[in-house]
Structures are given as C-alpha cells and as structure tokens.
C-alpha cells in the first residue's frame, strides 16, 4: 500500500483540462507535452499547431472525429481508447500523451449522435419519434441524457489511460444587461460582458472538474496592434493543480514550452526546499 507521502506529483500522469478562448495557446500547450501524442480532432482545427512559431510538430498524430451518419462518435472513440488499453496493458503503448481537442465539439457529437438514434421520420416524413421543426431534429430531454452517459464513458476510459491525458475546453463570454441608477436591468441598453464559462451545457460543464488533477486556463493579451502575450493560470475560482510548487496569480508562457516550464518550476521550488531542509 502506497503511503500519500511518497507520491511524487511529478512523476504521476497529468489529466489535464485546458480552458480558454479560441486562439489561446491551449493546443500549442498541449504540443509541448512528452511526445509522441496522439489527439482525438473533435473540432477539425487541431492543424493550428502548425502556426506556433516555438512547437515542432514531429510526433504529433491524430485522427479527425467528424459527426456521421455510420458509427456514433462514442462507439469509435472508446473503441480506439479500448484498443490504447490493451497496448498499454502489454507495455506496448507508443503514445505519452494523449489529448482532446476539444471538449466542446465532443459534446457536441454526442447530441448529434443522440438526435440521430432517438429521432425518427417515414418516408412521407411522418414523425414517428423525437420532436421537429419542418424537417429539423431538435433535441430534446432524452438526447441530453445520452450526452452526459457518452461523457462519462469517455471519461472513464481516460482515466484507465496510464499516460497523459488533456483536453481543451472552449471559453465563452457571458453577456448580460446593465443596470440604471435606480437599480433596475435596462432592458434596452447594450449588452456588456460580465465574465466567462466554458461552452459546454450547464450540467456537462459542473460535472467536468471531478475528473482532472489539473484544470489550468488560458488567454491571449493584446498589447497594442503587434505585441501578443500568451498566459496561463493555475489557480483561480475554476483553475487548479495539484502541483503545489506552481504559482498564483496569471504566468506568462509567451514563446514558452509550458510542460517543460512546469518541470522546471518544480524543480526549482523542490532544490530550494532541500536547501532549506524543506521535506
């Protein structure tokens, strides 16, 4: 039996999520993970790699999971991670990372494959089951059902995995109304953003943080027309880590490897420790 003490956070997997808006460094994060990685293309985009100026993209493999109307996307996605399983099991997995990109167009699959198996029409487009508008499934009670078992299945297939794990999540801005002077919402103004929440439903998005060591978030800054930075938070209302040696506070990974950055903050914080006669 394996004593909590002992464990040493930087030699265990990662299962990671990656949250942040489009065009925030999360994929090229994910590049700069042990290779080689495999990656499940859910949103058809995972070629923006290609456009990081400090990531090689040697080693990097993937497979481009679009919605059809053949297998649903949940039959070929565990069937590929069983098959990861067994190799894993006989010592015979190549891959050290494997990753998600993303968590949004995932879900979103699940509600096309659940619209496609709980709907139905005739051939004179009679509605035998499901609800429609013309001749436009919309998804109903039943397809939101089949979303949340397919996420978990998923879920707990990755968690089998003994390598790394990653996935992103897309982040949108929440808008809402201003308020006048006395109080009331001003229904008629425009509206102004007041936060942000992955774009993933409500349920999908509460459930998610159970299952990672490691939720980080991710943004784009501009500073002036030329100048972009790129930074990364570790801990905040959503953000965590169960590395303890990482900071508070927003990190700038601008033309940065941030796996390898990780691992030499820890190392850092771990040699000072020792100096000090810090276990």
């Known amino acids: 039996m394996p004593a909590l003490s002992d464990v040493k956070q ?3 997997k990662f299962m990671g999520l990656f949250m942040g808006p489009t065009k925030s460094g999360k994929k090229t994060a994910i590049a700069s993970f042990p290779k080689p990685i495999y990656i499940f293309d859910l949103d058809g985009r995972v070629d923006g790699i290609a456009g990081s100026k400090h990531v090689s993209t040697k080693d990097i493999f ?4 679009p919605p059809d109307e053949g297998k649903t996307t949940v039959e070929k996605i565990t069937n ?10 006989k010592g015979q997995l190549e891959y050290k990372t494997i990753a998600f990109c993303s968590f949004t167009g995932l879900t979103r699959n699940f509600i ?18 499901g609800n429609y508008a013309e001749k436009l499934a919309l998804a109903g009670p039943e397809d939101y059902k089949y979303e949340a078992t397919a996420t978990s299945q998923v879920m707990a297939f990755l968690r089998a995995l003994p390598c790394h794990v990653i996935i992103s999540a897309h982040v949108v801005p929440i808008w809402k109304k201003p308020k006048k002077p006395n109080g009331d919402v001003d229904q008629f103004a425009e509206s102004i953003k007041d936060g ?7 349920k999908i998005a509460s459930d998610i943080l159970i299952y990672f060591n490691h939720t980080f978030s991710f943004k784009k800054v501009m500073l ?9 938070r570790f801990r905040g209302e959503n ?12 990190v700038d990974i601008t033309d940065t490897m941030l796996f390898p950055q990780i691992m030499e903050q820890i190392e850092k914080v771990n040699k000072a420790n020792l100096a000090k006669g810090v276990k």
């Open 224 to 232: 002036g027309q030329d100048k972009i930075r790129y930074k990364v």
């Open 112 to 129: 096309f494959d659940g619209v496609r198996i709980t709907h139905e029409m005739d051939k004179n487009n009679k509605v035998l089951r």
């Open 80 to 89: 590929q991670l069983k098959m990861f399983i067994q190799q894993a099991a």
């Open 10 to 12: 930087n030699e265990t």
């Open 62 to 65: 993937f497979d481009y999971y």
């Open 239 to 250: 953000e965590g880590t169960t590395f303890p040696e990482l900071p508070e506070g927003e």
């Open 196 to 202: 942000e929440r992955v774009h993933l439903r409500d």
